[in-house]
């Protein structure tokens, strides 16, 4: 069973830093592109930003750029992400989404997602 | 930065039809995504390239894609379907992706 579990959410002050990780199990992690989605109280949902099977290549949402970082371990199966110069309007549930492909290697979307972290910025 | 438009709300009958549009200028040249979210959970893959529905999604739901609006269709709109819905595609040049502004549908 495929499984993400992301952790590292929690209360931080304007200007602070947070990592994210996500737990990921069930399937082979490093032959998978992985995500980050977020979505602020009662908002939608807010692409940050996604990084290829091997880590050699990642990208961001303007509105992260230049602050976050996306960056995996895969022989932990973990994926991460790294906040820093953190503002209120950072102040989310953050998901990890895994993107799927069929047998036939079309892309399939976000197939799989965690539960997400909340991370609230506020003094 | 791309934008995808969906409307806000969208009211359906039990029974009835729901249609659920999606506006982007790139949506021409990159595949639209669909997904379905409930209060408290994590969001649900309902369509993928289009109009393909992954293993388990009922066959109410389909999509389809027309120039720059792709739509979501329920039919046959049950009350389990009350959600919220986003479309989610990536700019002309594929490196950023995005999530269309989400529709909350509600069964009456």
């Known amino acids: 069973e495929v499984q993400l579990v992301e952790s590292g959410g929690g209360l931080v002050q304007p200007g602070g830093s947070l990592r994210l990780s996500c737990a990921a199990s069930?399937?082979?992690?490093?032959?998978?592109?992985m995500h980050w989605v977020r979505q602020a109280p009662g908002k939608g949902l807010v692409w940050v930003s996604r990084?290829?099977?091997?880590?050699?290549?990642?990208s961001y949402a303007d509105s992260v750029k230049g602050r976050f970082t996306i960056s995996r371990d895969n022989a932990k199966n973990t994926l991460y992400l790294q906040m820093n110069s953190l503002r209120a309007e950072d102040t989310a549930v953050y998901y990890c989404?895994?993107?799927?492909?069929?047998?036939?290697?079309?892309?399939?979307?976000?197939?799989?997602w965690g539960q997400g972290t909340l991370v609230t910025v506020s003094s | 930065s791309y934008e995808l438009t969906q409307p806000p709300s969208v009211s359906v009958s039990p029974g009835q039809t729901a249609r659920i549009t999606c506006s982007g200028d790139?949506?021409?040249?990159?595949?639209a995504y669909w997904y379905q979210q409930k209060p408290g959970q994590a969001p649900v893959l309902v369509i993928y390239?289009?109009?393909e529905r992954p293993s388990g999604i009922p066959e109410r739901f389909s999509g389809s894609s027309s120039g720059t609006t792709v739509t979501l269709t329920i039919s046959g709109v049950q009350a389990e379907d009350e959600a919220d819905y986003y479309c989610?595609?990536?700019?002309?040049?594929?490196?950023?992706?995005?999530f269309g502004t989400g529709t909350k549908v509600t069964v009456l």
């Open positions: 989404a895994r993107a799927g492909v069929t047998i036939f290697g079309v892309a399939m979307g976000f197939d799989y």
């Open positions: 069930g399937f082979t992690f490093s032959s998978y592109w």
């Open positions: 990084i290829n099977s091997d880590g050699s290549s990642t």
């Open positions: 790139a949506l021409p040249k990159q595949y």
């Open positions: 390239k289009d109009s």
């Open positions: 989610q595609s990536a700019d002309s040049s594929g490196t950023q992706d995005v």
